[in-house]
Nanobody, 129 residues
């Protein structure tokens, strides 16, 4: 199985910063070396949006709406994923989900994202004007 546990959400004023973290674990997670880890978000009344993704070779990809403001990173030794969010805007307010795609072969990890099978429970980010 795969467990993804997010932390670090909260409330901040526009222009502020937050750092989200995700701890990954489980037999299935550690079984596969080819991974696409990432973050999705969903605001009330809006469709789900892929935000940022990182492949097992360290390459990253971002939604246009967050480029230059968000940075995704991973520590494969510790099985953790992070999302540093700077210059936050009210439109960044959403529930943020850590996600994982795993495979025994190299997989695409670029935009537009392929819907991942593994999701965390989500962490709320609220940005006030």
């Amino acid at each position: 199985q795969v467990q993804l546990v997010e932390s670090g959400g909260g409330s901040v004023q526009a222009g502020g910063s937050l750092r989200l973290s995700c701890a990954a674990s489980g037999d299935t997670y550690t079984k596969y070396d080819n991974r696409c880890m990432g973050w999705f978000r969903q605001a009330p009344g809006k469709s789900r949006e892929g935000v940022a993704f990182v492949a097992d070779d360290g390459s990253t990809t971002y939604a246009d709406s967050v480029k230059g403001r968000f940075t995704i990173s991973q520590d494969r030794a510790k099985n953790t994923l992070s999302l540093q969010m700077n210059s936050l805007k009210p439109e960044d307010s959403a529930m943020y989900y850590c996600t994982a795609r795993l495979a025994a072969y190299k997989i695409r990890c670029t935009m537009p994202p392929i819907s991942p099978p593994y999701w965390g429970q989500g962490t709320q980010v609220t940005v006030s004007a």
